[in-house]
């Protein structure tokens, strides 16, 4: 009896049910690099290990800076509207983004920019000429796949995203890492390559989905709604990008890139968190747009922030257990064994992070971005110039002590003003 009403339970609740189809392998693929991190850290050099990790923080940051924040009102207005409306919403959507990739990267690329945003950018010299063509379709690729995978999800295309999903799943991993281990040469040029590669094949192979619910045609009363969510969502991402970036910056500026590969190993291994609930994002956005009802989105907000604390903490002394257990039996090279001191900061930065973005989407629920740029943009300066300050001094530690400071203040900044913000809505 007690299965058969866990059973109906998943069909009945919306939740449970995204969780088990969408979620799981959700994880699954983002926190595949997490899941072979040892593979990969045996398959690598600690340097080539930095030196990855750092390009592709840059390609990951790039690509959520160069969708102009136009996945916001693609979630947000797209249950606003129905049948041909609908079509007009997604094509004028990806009619903007288009025509500001081209307005942006071709001045870049024709006049060679690039060249010296790299130059600024990495302290230790990589040979740009061979990565130059790889990093442009890298950024391509991964914006038409955020995008793509933010439609799906919004448009609640469940069977869909399954496979989409475990598409990536294999194909980008077996590829790479049969590549890795049978290949000689520079294993960060070819691990970038190889994966690209691979993105870029499952994305052809399900844009024609996307693509075919467009109508061509522009509405300026959906432009209108369209840059009033968009435009203040993307200058949160400008100053949300310099400072998330800002931390390896200076750590690789200041110290190496062996120094570099046991920060950013730690993130990885920390991001367990920040995966699990970008993934959760996913399936709860569309159902917390869809309620009308503010108190009952407040109270199943509430519920869900205290499951995620406990979950998370659950998972964050499991996983510091088991990083140990992985270095004493060489599991994880013995190079790395330092990211044991940092791990526990790391972990409570993405607890208090995974509140705060709860909260945070109520910005968006009340349609006040703007409110919510100017609080990240002050809580992201701040953390900035801690990085600024601490790093050069203190190398690991500042970065550590930045980000938990940076995260506590913005989390408390966001919380009372949202509780601003629902008080007043009450008040009406």
Not at 149 to 173: A, C, G, M, P
Not at 262 to 269: A, D, E, R, V
Not at 315 to 341: C, D, Q, R
Request: hydrophobic content about 50%; some cysteine.
């Amino acid at each position: 009896m007690r299965r058969y009403n866990i059973i109906q339970f998943i069909h009945s609740n919306k939740i449970a049910n995204r969780f088990i189809k969408v979620f799981s392998i959700d994880v699954l693929v983002k926190g595949a690099s997490f899941l072979l991190l040892p593979v990969y850290l045996h398959l690598m050099t600690q340097s080539e290990v930095g030196s990855f990790n750092y390009i592709f923080s840059f390609l990951q940051t790039l690509t959520i800076l160069f969708c102009f924040g136009l996945y916001t009102p693609q979630s947000k207005l797209y249950f606003d509207y129905h049948g041909s409306e609908r079509g007009q919403l997604l094509f004028s959507i990806n009619a903007i983004l288009l025509i500001m990739l081209i307005c942006i990267l071709a001045p870049i690329y024709i006049f060679r920019l690039d060249f010296k945003i790299i130059t600024f950018l990495f302290d230790h010299h990589i040979a740009y000429e061979q990565y130059r063509a790889v990093l442009l379709s890298a950024l391509l690729v991964s914006v038409g796949n955020y995008m793509l995978f933010n439609y799906l999800l919004t448009s609640e295309k469940i069977r869909k995203v399954q496979i989409y999903n475990t598409l990536r799943l294999i194909l980008d991993n077996c590829v790479v890492l049969s590549i890795l281990y049978f290949s000689d040469g520079d294993k960060v040029f070819q691990r970038l390559s190889a994966y690209y590669v691979c993105e870029g094949i499952v994305l052809i192979g399900f844009l024609p989905l996307y693509i075919r619910n467009f109508k061509i045609r522009i509405d300026k009363s959906q432009i209108r709604r369209i840059f009033k969510l968009s435009i203040p969502m993307f200058a949160t991402v400008i100053i949300s990008t310099i400072y998330a970036f800002s931390d390896k910056y200076f750590i690789q500026e200041k110290t190496d890139m062996n120094i570099l590969a046991t920060y950013t190993t730690g993130l990885t291994i920390a991001s367990v968190c920040a995966l699990i609930i970008q993934s959760f994002q996913n399936i709860w956005l569309p159902l917390f747009f869809q309620e009308k009802d503010l108190q009952q989105n407040i109270q199943k907000t509430k519920k869900m922030i205290r499951i995620i604390i406990f979950s998370f903490t659950g998972i964050s002394i499991f996983m510091i257990l088991g990083v140990k257990v992985a270095l004493e039996f060489n599991i994880i090279p013995m190079v790395y064994e330092s990211v044991l001191i940092i791990l526990p900061f790391l972990f409570l930065a993405q607890i208090i992070s995974a509140v705060n973005t709860m909260w945070a989407n109520y910005f968006a629920y009340f349609e006040r971005m703007t409110a919510g740029t100017l609080i990240g943009g002050g809580a992201y300066i701040i953390g900035f110039v801690l990085n600024f300050l601490l790093i050069p001094r203190y190398g690991v530690t500042g970065a550590i002590i930045s980000l938990l400071s940076g995260n506590i203040i913005l989390a408390t900044m966001v919380y009372l003003h949202i509780k601003k913000l629902r008080y007043n809505y009450t008040h009406l």
